[in-house]
């Protein structure tokens, strides 16, 4: 197998150009805000200058001469408004320009030098492993930083032209908005889909952009707060979607647009739910009942698509001269369709819910009562189909319903592709320490927005991860979440930089000997972290033998296996 038939490289051509000379569209600017001062001084002295005619010179024309330079002083005085806007926005342009042109430049030099470098290790690996002229395989032709530094450099093209094509739209739209289209800007480049950049790419999109989307989907609604039209500027325009999930977005900011702009409970805000629910459900900041609203729109409608995919399923397919069961797809699909009818019933409550992006966090509890909010982590294997079933909610569903006062509120969550077993350099290996650092920057910023809840904002906040969540939850930590109480349940190791936060209280919590303390030799676990206050029960054994695994699993489940710890997390989160 040859490089070629498995990695696609990054190449030169993958660099888009730059559409306009940033320095130009600054020379615009400065020329367009030159010229404010001048108007709006000439406007103002034909009125002075003319309009004591009557005093001077008096006929019938004179009175109707007077009062047509009435208009003049506010018209120049608009116009100035108007053109200091178009400078401000020709100004923010050429800055996103000059930064790309940065970045261009950059990486017109760093690619040639990485192919180079490639080409050169790929002869020596040949001479070594391959002096006849055979194919390698591709392992040997790439070492993991080669894989790593292309996808990078892939990422990097693909983010400028994003940044390209946002930033001409978001000029347009607001050129548009002054006096309707007054500047020619150059066509825009055609990103690959946002969704597909890496760690250099979405998240360090400008919060000014994800600002520009947000006013959008406003004006969009229009004073008649049409729905269908904000479903329709989503339509045309999918990637503004994957700037928003990408979550990177201010909270407190997205708190203050809803809260003033939207405006709760408005005709605009119900528009917004139905029209952009994959929006409003995904946003930090935005408060739970919106949030909840908006992802019951989203469920329902992937109820009906689940619907019509069982309708299309059969029992049986032919392969060949056999029948093959469908019973394991006709069962998956049956399940998500019990437990989304559950979601459209009000019976369950989505703070996060999309499908596509496998992004899915359950709330459970009355949030507007909440004085216990409690974030749980699920461990390594968690996916969309776990909540069907409800185990992965045991922990949380237990803890909510023993607090008979109604003042608990925890959120079971994932938020996307959620931590596999495999080997560290893989995407979402639970050995990864870089896909649990970009989690857990996410789980911040979630911990962020339920800060910016007015009805959580003085809730006591506890943290409790299973297993691989546990490095997702310290990762939070390091990222800035801050939690009252963090509670492990055989959790796995923690993020590197993580120390334990001054007043915040770690239990740790495990049956016997469990499969997780394999790595206390090679990692730093809560099990060997002497911020942790240590709990460790009783295993059920078979002639003295623990089952190392099934204790794994069993102190995440629901009380009737695991009845002892659950008890100890409640009266240690409520003493």
Same mark, same amino acid.
């Given at each position: ?43 103002? @002295? #034909? ?57 261009? @430049? ?36 790439? @070492? ?264 608990? #509120? ?122 942790? #206050? ?42």
């Amino acid at each position: 197998m040859t490089a070629g038939a498995t990695i696609a490289l990054v190449g030169v051509s993958m660099i888009p150009d730059l559409p306009a000379d940033p320095a130009s569209i600054a020379a615009a600017a400065t020329a367009v805000r030159a010229s404010v001062d001048g108007v709006a001084d000439a406007g103002r @002295d #034909v009125v002075r200058r003319w309009g004591g005619l009557g005093e001077v010179y008096e006929t019938p024309e004179t009175a109707t001469a007077v009062a047509s330079l009435a208009p003049v002083d506010d018209a120049a005085a608009e116009w100035a408004t108007a053109a200091t806007a178009i400078a401000r926005t020709l100004e923010d342009y050429a800055e996103i320009l000059e930064q790309q042109k940065r970045e261009i @430049d950059q990486l017109h030099r760093e690619i040639p030098g990485f192919l180079a470098g490639l080409r050169s290790f790929q002869r020596a690996q040949r001479e070594q492993f391959a002096p006849d002229g055979e194919d390698l395989p591709s392992h040997l032709l790439f @070492d993991p930083s080669h894989l790593v530094y292309n996808d990078d450099l892939r990422a990097r093209c693909q983010h400028v032209a994003a940044m390209l094509d946002i930033a001409a739209e978001t000029c347009r739209s607001d050129l548009g908005a002054v006096s309707g289209p007054t500047t020619s800007l150059p066509p825009a480049s055609v990103p690959a889909p946002l969704s597909t950049l890496g760690p250099t790419g979405i998240a360090t999109l400008d919060d000014r952009v994800t600002a520009a989307i947000l006013d959008a989907l406003v004006r969009a609604a229009g004073t008649d707060a049409d729905a269908d039209a904000v479903a329709a500027l989503l339509a045309a325009h999918p990637d503004y979607l994957d700037v928003l999930a990408a979550g990177t977005a201010d909270p407190a900011a997205v708190a203050a647009w809803w809260e003033s702009d939207v405006v709760p409970g408005s005709a605009l805000a119900a528009a917004l739910i139905t029209g952009a629910s994959l929006a409003v459900g995904g946003l930090n900041g935005i408060p739970a009942p919106a949030r909840v609203a908006a992802n019951r729109e989203t469920a329902a409608r992937r109820l009906a698509e689940a619907r019509a995919e069982l309708e299309d399923t059969p029992a049986y397919i032919h392969q060949g001269r056999a029948l093959r069961s469908n019973a394991s797809e006709r069962t998956a699909l049956e399940a998500e369709i019990a437990y989304l009818e559950r979601v459209a019933a009000g019976e369950r409550s989505l703070s996060l819910y999309d499908p596509r992006r496998e992004r899915i966090i359950e709330m459970i509890g009355d949030p507007s009562r909440a004085a216990y909010s409690i974030t749980y982590v699920p461990g390594t294997g968690t996916d969309m189909a776990s909540y069907y079933s409800g185990g992965v909610q045991s922990v949380a569903q237990y803890l909510v319903e023993q607090d008979t006062t109604g003042r608990s #509120v925890a959120f079971v969550y994932t938020d996307g592709p959620w931590a596999s077993w495999g080997l560290p350099f893989q995407e979402t290996s639970n050995a990864n320490r870089d896909f649990a650092r970009d989690e857990g920057a996410q789980l911040a910023r979630f911990e962020d927005g339920l800060r910016s809840d007015a009805q959580l904002a003085s809730a006591t906040r506890v943290g409790i991860a299973h297993s691989a969540g546990m490095s997702v939850l310290s990762s939070a930590e390091v990222a800035g979440a801050e939690y009252d109480q963090v509670k492990s349940l055989a959790g796995s190791w923690l993020q590197d930089g993580w120390s334990a936060r001054e007043g915040t209280d770690y239990a740790h919590h495990q049956y016997g000997f469990d499969a997780i303390n394999y790595l206390n030799p090679f990692y730093d676990t809560p099990q060997e972290s002497s911020a942790f #206050v240590q709990h460790e029960y009783t295993p059920s054994s078979f002639l003295g033998i623990q089952n190392e695994l099934d204790n794994h699993v069993r102190v995440a489940e629901g009380p009737r296996r695991n009845s002892e710890v659950l008890r100890d997390l409640y009266r240690e989160i409520h003493e």
